[in-house]
């Protein structure tokens, strides 16, 4: 017993564990690659076993005289299997200009430097049997901050002929991952392990907005709300049947910055179709599982009169997909009934998305 407590306290003297701050990195999970036959010959090599530190090795070569090339990408931000995609980020410019000048473009520059070192990027123009090649190990890149964490998709297209031309297409799908990096300290070794730090996103209701149709509907909601935590009552007084019920969800993000953005999400769902299959609507279906759990949903169509009634609705409850992050939110959802789409109910919700850690209490 004694010899197993020396050996423990020397352990505990030997080692040192410094904990460094999380950090964003791009993981690439896979990718299309479309060429234009005519004019070049891509191909796309993979070096690495770990997708943490994999490079891919994207090599052109032009098989005729390419004198001008204009190109663009675009970063998507992707949520349940792609079924929800939004463009957040694009840029298109001349390329072979900014292989000449590479200060005209500063966002791009940032990734092009680092590209650049174990590349082959030669000015334009390109003759028959000039290679291009691009080694790129996207764990390098640094990711800015108004990037959320999130699945997206990197799409680059690049044009010959003054832009009318499709030679190159490329398509990156993958994860922004939050790691939170563990140095380990022993004696005069320092190797290093990599932990993955668990949160989960959750809405916070602040207040509504509810304009019913007095024909169709009478609708009360309580909000009830503390530091930790937001729960909700709902009744909906359904007076008369609603034929063929629809419901439009329109959602922004980041509305407090007074700037308001296109939609982020805006999709018209057929009722009848949720209720009978919930999975067809993902981000609809996590609302209405919590419905669901607290209370008496349709059960069919048309939408029988009756009181619909939902008590200690927790919106803790309620998973988001990463994409949101930490920001404010306005979604408007709009009854619709009827082939000629008569309002039943304007609503407008505001709240905030919330960056919960996991733990025993909130599970992710």
């Known amino acids: 017993m004694a010899q197993i407590s020396i050996l423990v306290t020397l352990c505990a003297c030997c080692l040192i564990i410094v904990r460094t701050d999380a950090t964003l990195y791009p993981i690439i999970q896979r990718y299309e690659i479309r060429e234009n036959k005519q004019y070049v010959n891509a191909t796309v090599e993979e070096v690495g076993d770990y997708e943490f530190n994999r490079t891919y090795l994207l090599r052109m070569e ?19 299997d792609g079924a929800i995609q939004s463009a957040l980020l694009s840029r298109s410019f001349d390329l072979c200009e900014f292989i000449r000048r590479p200060n005209s473009n500063r966002l791009v520059k940032m990734y092009y430097d680092l590209t650049k070192r174990n590349s082959n990027v030669p000015n334009c123009p390109y003759l028959a049997g000039y290679i291009v ?19 997206y ?58 304009t019913d149709n007095p024909k169709f509907l009478n609708t009360t909601v309580e909000i009830i709300s503390t530091i930790n935590e937001n729960r909700m009552n709902l009744d909906f007084n359904v007076l008369q049947p609603i034929h063929n019920p629809r419901m439009m969800v329109v959602l922004w993000l980041n509305v407090g910055s007074g700037a308001l953005q296109a939609p982020f999400y805006n999709q018209t769902i057929d009722i009848c179709s949720l209720i009978k299959n919930p999975g067809t609507h993902r981000l609809v279906q996590i609302v209405y ?76």
């Open 289 to 364: 599982r919590e419905l669901r759990r607290h209370g008496n949903v349709p059960t069919g169509c048309p939408i029988a009169s009756m009181l619909y009634k939902f008590r200690g609705i927790s919106t803790s409850q309620m998973r988001l997909p990463a994409f949101f992050t930490q920001t404010d939110f306005m979604v408007d959802i709009i009854g619709l009934t009827g082939t000629g789409g008569v309002r039943t109910i304007e609503s407008r919700w505001y709240g905030e998305v919330n960056r919960v850690k996991c733990n025993v209490a909130a599970r992710c």
């Open 153 to 210: 998709m990197i799409e680059t297209k690049i044009f010959t002929r003054a832009g009318t031309m499709l030679i190159l297409e490329t398509r990156w799908y993958g994860s922004l991952v939050n790691i939170t990096f563990y140095l380990v300290l022993a004696l005069n070794q320092v190797p290093a392990t990599v932990s993955l730090s668990g949160y989960k996103f959750t809405p916070f209701v602040t207040h509504v907005q509810v």
């Open 62 to 80: 032009a098989l005729r005289e390419i004198r001008d090339l204009k190109g663009g990408f675009s970063y998507s931000i992707r949520a349940f």
């Open 133 to 151: 090649t691009l080694n790129i190990t996207a764990t390098n890149f640094p990711i800015p901050g108004f990037i959320p964490e999130t699945d």
